[in-house]
C-alpha cells in the first residue's frame, strides 16, 4: 500500500484531514473519528454512505465513500442522511437478573460510571451504566467497522496474515467505533468524559485479540488456539484511546473460538442454577453454544454466517428504522405483507431493506406457502422473490429475497441445528430440556419460525426462552460487581469444549442439515 498523504477538505466549514493513499474514503474518515453509515458492511449495495464530490470547477458527483480510493486530494460534503449518528442501530434490551438488581437495592456512596462493551463481529453494543446502583442510563449499537475487511473472523484473520500493519488499523477502527459510542451517550446525559472510570468488554476471541492489539493468527491455524486465555485488564491509553484514564477489563477465554461474551452471557441467565440439559444459544455472526450437562459443561462454536444479521443478504441492511423485520404471505398471488422497524412511529417511513429475522420470517414462509421446495430452490425457477415492489421503498428500488440468500440462511441454520446435535451427543443427552435464546438477533426472532426451518430441535415452545443480549448483561453485571468476573472465570476451567472443525462426521450430518422440514411433518 503507498504512503503518499492526500488531504481530504470536509465542506462546508472547510475541516481538513490527512488520509493515506490507497485505502477507501470511509476507512480514512473512520480513522478520524467520522462514521458514515454502512449497512451493507463496506459491499459498495446499500448506497447508504454516498458523499458529495465537489470537482476545483465546481462540478458535482455522488460517490459510495466505501468504494472510492484516495489517490489524490479531494473536496466532499457529507449529507446528513449518510451519517452514522443519523441512524443508531437498534440493540436488543438488556435484560439483568432480579438477583443482581437486588444486590445494589440498599447500595449507598457516590455514584460511580463505568462502560459495558459487547464486541461482536457484526455488531457494537456499548452500555453507559451507574456502577454504583448496577443500572444502565443510556446505550447504542454501532456497526463493526472491521466489515470492511470482511463479515467473519477468518476474513479478518487472513487480512491481518496479508499484510502486519492491518492489526493496528483493524484495531484502531474498532477502538475509534467505540470511543465514538461513548461520546454519543455521554454527551447524551451531559456527562463529562473524566466520570468514567472503568470499561468491560466481552467478545469472542478473535475480536478481543484484535481489540487487545494482539495477533489472532493462531486462532486461523490448527489447533486453532488464542495466543492467551486468562482475564487481561488494560489500561485505555495503552489501546490508543483518546479518553484516558480508565482500565479495561477483558474475560478469560476458553477456546480459539469459544471466548468471553458465551461466558458472559451465562451469567446473565445464570446457566449454573438452570436445569440439566438447558441449552444456551448466542446467535450472532458466530454461533456459540454452552450445555450445561449432567456435571459439566459443553460448549462449541459454530459459523452461523453474517445473515442473520442482515449482512450479505441482497438487500440486507441491521435492524435499524426502515428495516423489514416480518413478513407474512396470505397468498402466493397477491403481494406480501410486512412489517419495519419504525420506533418513533414515523408517518410515511418507507422500507429500506430487510434484516435478519425479516428473512428468516420470509423464508419460513416460503416454505409454508411451498414457495420453495424442501432443498430451498424456488418452486417456479425465479431466482428471486419480491417483498417491496418498484417505488414501494424508500428508494424506489425492489426489494427482494434472493436464491443466494435462502442459500445463506441454509448454512447458518445448518450449521446451527448440527453444533447442537453434537454437543448433545457429547454430553450424553438425546435432547435439550430447555433453551435459551441469547443475542440481538436472536431477541427478535420468532421461536416457531425457528422450529419451522430446523433450526433449533423440534419441542414444546413453552420450553424455549429469549434472554435478549445475554452477552451485553453479563459485561454490565461483570462492570458493577467484580463478583461477577471470579464466576467467568472459574466458569472458563469448567467447560469441555467440542472441537467440530476436526470431528470427521460433521461436514456429513451438516449437509443433511441443509434442507428445510416438510411443513405438517
Partial sequence: MSNKKCHIHLLPHGRQIEAKSGRSLMESLMDKSIFLRSDCGGKGVCKKCKVKVVAENGDIEFKKACK???????????????????HIITKAAVSLPVA???????????????????????????????????????????????????????????????EEENLGHLQKLVVRAIEWGIKELLASLEFKEEMISQMVTVGNPTMIHIFAGVDPKPIGVSPYQPAFYEAKNIQSSDLGFKIKGFSIQLLPQVSGFIGGDILSATLAVDLENQPVGTLLVDLGTNGELMLKGKDQFFATSCATGPAFEGATLSCGMQAIPGAINKVQIKSVEDLSEYTIINPSNSFGLKPSGICGTGVISAVTQFCQHKIIDPGGAFQNKSKQYIIVPENFSQDGSAIFISQKDIRSVQLGKGALITGIEFLLKEAGLEKPEKIIIAGAFGSFLDKKDMMALGMIPAMDLSQVEVAGNSAGAGAIMTLCDTAFLDKAIQMANKVIVVDLACNQDFQDVFVKKLGFPIPGN
Fill in 68 to 86: 472510492l480510493i484516495i489517490s489524490e486530494d479531494i473536496s466532499i460534503e457529507i449529507p446528513e442522511i449518510s451519517m452514522l449518528s443519523s
Fill in 100 to 162: 443482581f438488581k437486588d444486590r445494589f437495592k440498599t447500595v449507598d456512596g457516590k455514584d460511580g460510571y463505568g462502560i459495558a462493551v459487547d464486541l461482536g463481529t457484526t455488531t457494537i453494543a456499548v452500555y453507559l451504566c451507574n456502577t454504583t446502583k448496577g443500572k444502565v442510563l443510556s446505550s447504542l449499537a454501532v456497526k463493526n467497522p472491521q466489515a470492511l475487511y470482511g463479515d467473519d473472523i477468518m476474513s479478518r484473520i487472513s487480512a491481518i496474515g496479508q
